[in-house]
């Protein structure tokens, strides 16, 4: 676990987890987020917000990113506060596959993600995709 | 994964089978839950899930609850907190399935 650092009062410590890409890092991902949201003054509520938003992106990256990759693909979560809210970021080093829109598919996952944060930015490069999320907090 | 995380209980007299889900639902366990929602469905043609108890689910639980409603009545009791509603919501699966809330 990390050490006291200089943060200011209230001010979290970022949270970096580091997992391959496969479906068992998910309940780790989540693990360490239920642990960490607290300590960034998060409610339950918010929590299980964007406990969802970043299991949609990981999930996706696990699912899509991994198929036809050429090397074992990781993912990056990364989780710190802003000034007025936290900032989330999913990246993995696979492939990146448009999400195809029919009812009741994945295709709803980015709708899903807009919906519970309040941005959503997705970067797709050859080397991999970024999925970087803010979320206000409102005390 | 245990199977109690997903259990069935069959159809009695006029009730329907009742697939009931406790804890987190993800991709690691989505067959599991998908398993048994057909197995629920091979026996009625309507079917109740009840993901009262469920802590975390997500698109791929979305996913495996559209592929029975595709062929079965499904009714669904969801707890009253929690984004699930949401994720009911912009799915659609509020549309094809009939929603009870649980306090």
Redesign the interface.
Known sequence: MTTVSGAHRGVPDPLQIRVPAI??S??VI?ARLRRWLPTAAVNP?TA??L??AV??AA?NA??HATRGARRDVELEVSARATETGLAVTIKDNGRWHAPPNR????G??S??MT??VDTVTITPTPDGTTVEMRKELHP | MTNSQFRLTAAVAEQSPVVTATGDIDLANVGEFGDTLTKAAAQSDSITVDLSEVSYCDSTAVRALFAVAATTKLALIVPAEGPITTLLGISGLDRVATVVTRN
Request: net charge neutral; hydrophobic share 45%.
């Open positions: 479906p068992a998910l309940a989540r509520a299980a917000e406990l969802l299991g949609e999930s696990v699912e009812p009741g598919t994945r709803h996952g709708k899903l919906a519970l």
